[in-house]
């Protein structure tokens, strides 16, 4: 059975961190959808990344609501600035991630996001997470590392946009598995 990934885009996201996972991840088999949070163009489906990307959206959150854990095997958050605090301000996107959390489902978050959205949330108090450079510094009770990219039970999360790729793949490592990931590394050659 095909597994099911959201990918939440909000108006500001860095655009290497979100189109690198959903492209990988669906090369892998995996259903990615991507949602919308707070776009206020066409129908709130478009949203415009930090380096003026624009991006048409499967769906908005306004389509999905209510969001249900159960639906999902992963939720992915990719950083940038205004995008990460926009994810943050989403009360709907709060709640599933701590309903995937509860469930035991990939919380997988890249750049600003683990700082600026999974730490208010408690999501990472007592586990080991990366996140931007500078943005450890804002969280509390949580084991932070230099690695690229640290996997911590469900919760996944990277560096930035120079280390989406080896995100994805650790991705798909954990929902697929490791020699399906390994493939789509030596696919796209990124060893």
């Not at 885009?9 to 959808?33: K, N, Q, S």
């Not at 919308?36 to 990307?53: C, R």
């Not at 080896?166 to 598995?177: C, G, M, R, T």
Request: with cysteine; proline share 4%; charged share 20%.
């Amino acid at each position: 059975m095909a597994k099911h990934a959201l990918v939440f885009l909000a108006d500001g996201f860095e655009e290497v961190e979100a189109i690198t996972p959903i492209d990988y991840l669906r090369r892998a088999g995996i259903e990615v959808t991507t949602c919308s949070v707070g776009a206020s163009v066409a129908g709130g489906q478009v949203v415009k990344g930090s380096h003026g990307i624009v991006v048409q959206a499967d769906r908005s959150l306004a389509v999905l609501e209510p969001l249900k854990a159960a639906d999902w095997d992963a939720a992915l958050l990719p950083g940038g600035i205004p995008g990460a605090p926009n994810l943050a301000a989403s009360e709907a996107v709060s709640a599933l991630l701590r309903d995937m959390a509860l469930a035991g489902k990939l919380v997988c978050a890249i750049c600003a996001s683990p700082a600026v959205v999974l730490f208010p949330l408690g999501l990472l108090k007592g586990r080991r997470f990366t996140c931007y450079p500078g943005m450890e510094t804002e969280v509390k009770e949580a084991l932070w590392s230099e690695e690229r990219v640290v996997v911590d039970g469900n919760l996944i999360t990277s560096r930035g946009a120079g280390t989406a790729a080896d995100w994805a793949i650790a991705i798909i490592s954990k929902l697929v598995d490791e020699g399906t990931a390994n493939a789509i590394a030596a696919k796209v050659v990124l060893n």
